[in-house]
């Protein structure tokens, strides 16, 4: 059975930083995602990787203040989020795909991934 937990969201004020951890159980070597929703709008795709390696992907909102990776020791994956803005106010999933759904072309879409997290609340606001 496969389980995603995600921790580490909170508030902050813009400029800040927050670090969200994904904890899995029960999944191997697999294409993994961050994503975020605000109420009334489509879950968005933030950044992928696959958890045996290789190249990172990231959307043009969070390029280069965000950075995801994963924690092979403790099985985890993260998100490292620097230069929090306003507009990233959202609720955080984590997500996987163990059906070979997210390819380069389909990672930022929510159809290609079959088990999420509960979610993480991140505010950012002075």
């Known amino acids: 059975q496969v389980q995603l937990l995600e921790s580490g969201g909170g508030s902050v004020e813009p400029g800040g930083s927050l670090r969200l951890s994904c904890s899995n159980s029960?999944?191997?070597?697999?294409?993994m995602a961050w994503f975020r929703q605000v109420p009334g709008h489509e879950r968005e795709g933030l950044a992928s990787l696959y958890t045996g390696g290789g190249p990172r992907h990231y959307a043009d909102s969070v390029k280069g203040r965000f950075t995801i990776s994963f924690d092979n020791g403790a099985n985890t994956l993260v998100l490292q989020m620097n230069n929090l803005k306003a507009e990233d106010t959202a609720m955080y999933f984590c997500?996987?795909?163990?059906?070979?759904?997210?390819?380069?072309?389909?990672?930022?879409?929510?159809?290609?991934?079959?088990?999420w997290g509960q979610g993480t609340q991140v505010t950012v606001s002075s």
């Open positions: 029960g999944l191997a070597q697999t294409n």
């Open positions: 997500a996987a795909d163990t059906n070979g759904r997210a390819t380069l072309r389909t990672w930022t879409r929510p159809s290609a991934y079959n088990y």
